[in-house]
């Protein structure tokens, strides 16, 4: 079972932001990313947002880093770890436009990208862009299957549908991977179903452990269905961890303790049938989020 992080800094809804990602910026991120390639961490996520209205400011804050921009600067500083999106809202975006960005990318970090996708849920966004907030579930299908073509060998992609038609337009440098993994975000019946039947992988927006067992069996029913073969990665998000006993308050949800007991506890999600968990620590600075990855990635990363 494969680890990865979604970084600080880089989004800082009040949800899960620590008080010191407020002053954080470049350097921290760096240091961070640079730190979970280090310590054997799959991939380095960035989120993405283009604009947040007023009234959701108080809860999701402001502060939502490009992700093309944000994961091909730490493209730079890392060597290994893959380069996730997520999620990417594709639909806010012509096919494409999103295409030249992954692409470019996928071309300059040596074929480290994971395209995290998911439909949005914030309305005023998309009317902002002219996109149909009520018809974005339609959009992300198309959109997946447009990117398919885009980010695929050809050259000169070709897509018709009901939203997006294109032909005989040439789009280099093509990405070093033949086939871009797509992993579809999200835990409502319709992007279960989308990530099933469309998707290389699965993000669930937060289930709780309990639930997971039946979305996967879902997942796994749909493609058998559906005569669907090939590789196919289930993640999970697993719950805030602290590695160690802490000292101060890391909250009642948080897991903590000897890396034994942690690696224990996240096996788990092994045994339901996840390939990848993504993790997050509680921490006061930079430093102490450091020597968290550190020490999950030397000390409870090889038994999972």
Do not use: N
């Not at 690696?263 to 509680?282: K, N, P």
């Not at 921490?283 to 550190?294: N, V």
């Amino acid at each position: 079972m494969e680890y990865g992080i979604q970084l600080p800094v880089q989004s800082q809804s009040t949800i899960y932001a620590e008080p010191w990602e407020a002053g954080a910026g470049p350097e921290d991120l760096a240091e961070v990313a640079g730190a979970a390639d280090r310590a054997g961490f799959a991939y380095i996520a960035a989120c993405d947002h283009v604009a947040v209205p007023r009234r959701l400011a108080p809860a999701m804050s402001t502060v939502w880093y490009d992700p093309v921009a944000t994961l091909a600067f730490l493209a730079g500083v890392t060597e290994r770890a893959r380069l996730l999106s997520h999620v990417a809202v594709v639909g806010l975006r012509h096919p494409l436009l999103t295409a030249k960005q992954y692409a470019t990318l996928d071309h300059l970090s040596g074929g480290r990208l994971i395209l995290g996708v998911g439909a949005g849920h914030v309305q005023e966004e998309f009317e902002a862009l002219g996109v149909d907030f009520a018809g974005r579930g339609a959009v992300l299908d198309e959109s997946i299957d447009a990117l398919r073509k885009t980010l695929g060998p050809e050259e000169f992609p070709e897509h018709h549908g009901k939203l997006y038609d294109f032909e005989g337009l040439g789009q280099r440098p093509r990405p070093v991977q033949s086939r871009v993994p797509v992993w579809v975000g999200g835990s409502s019946p319709a992007a279960v179903r989308r990530a099933a039947l469309k998707g290389d992988g699965w993000l669930p927006q937060g289930d709780p452990r309990d639930r997971l067992p039946a979305q996967i069996e879902r997942i796994r029913r749909l493609r058998a269905e559906a005569g669907i073969e090939g590789p196919f990665s289930v993640g999970a998000i697993a719950e805030p961890l602290y590695v160690g006993t802490p000292t101060w308050d890391v909250g009642s949800r948080t897991l903590s303790g000897a890396p034994d007991a942690l690696a224990a506890s996240l096996r788990a999600y092994r045994a339901m049938g996840v390939d990848q968990i993504q993790v997050r620590f509680r921490s006061r600075g930079r430093t102490e989020l450091i020597d968290q990855i550190s020490a999950f990635g030397a000390d409870i990363g090889p038994h999972l």
